[in-house]
């Protein structure tokens, strides 16, 4: 069976468009609308959901943090993923605590989005930062993943990363220095094999160090 999609996006033809590529790429797109009203209106007429959302972050009406949450409450059985040309840290962290398993740049190439998606589907997940260029560290990675061992605070700070917090934030929260902030930050980073704020908190929900 194909891959059900599902796109709400503002901009017509760059929703038509992203259809028709999906379908080119052996998907089957069951729904799009052109914000998050509009798709749950449409929901209503579905026979079967989608097994994946594409969401698009700002919409007018019913944003993306708004419909990602909606279809997380409602459909918890559909895998979310936010599709935007805003590469914004708070901005993608936000789409990623209403329940998105995956951010995506619009400008993300046609194959690219394919191996996502299909990753999406299969394992609930894709960060973007783990590629196929990484592929002998991860093996060797994967090999020592239950070796690998993480300190109380360097778990404190992975789940204020989860949240509006700044590093700044957390660190005086935490009641430490910057220089301390930024040991833990690199020392996650390492460990997880990431580069980002939003990498590191993907990684951790993966390896099921934090929830949200």
């Known amino acids: 069976m194909k891959i059900r999609i599902g796109l709400v996006d503002d901009h017509q033809l760059f929703r038509k468009s992203v ?14 609308a052109s914000h998050g009203k509009e798709l749950q209106e449409k929901f209503t007429k579905l026979a079967a959901v989608p097994d994946i959302m594409l969401i698009d972050v700002e919409m007018p009406i ?21 599709l935007s040309m805003n590469d914004k840290e708070h901005v993608i962290m936000g789409m990623i605590r209403v329940g998105c398993c995956s951010y995506l ?3 993300t190439a046609p194959d690219v989005l394919e191996y996502a998606l299909r990753e999406v589907y299969h394992k609930n997940y894709y960060n973007s930062e783990i590629n196929n ?12 993943e ?17 949240t509006d917090l ?3 934030q957390i660190g005086t929260k935490m009641k430490i220095s910057e220089r301390t902030v930024d040991g833990l930050r690199e020392a996650l980073f390492t460990k997880l094999n990431v580069v980002s704020r939003t990498g590191m908190v ?11």
């Open 202 to 212: 993907m990684e951790g929900m993966r390896k099921g160090l934090i929830k949200l």
């Open 133 to 144: 260029s990484n592929l002998g560290k991860l093996v060797i990675e994967n090999q020592n």
């Open 146 to 162: 239950f070796a690998t061992t993480y300190t109380d605070k360097e778990l404190e700070f992975l789940h204020l990363a989860c």
């Open 19 to 32: 259809s028709l590529m999906l379908q080119s790429l052996g998907f089957e797109v069951i729904v799009d």
């Open 62 to 82: 019913m944003n993306g943090v708004e419909t990602a949450r909606w279809l997380k409450q409602s459909h918890p059985s559909v895998r979310l993923v936010a």
């Open 166 to 168: 700044t590093y700044k």
């Open 105 to 107: 740049l619009k400008d």
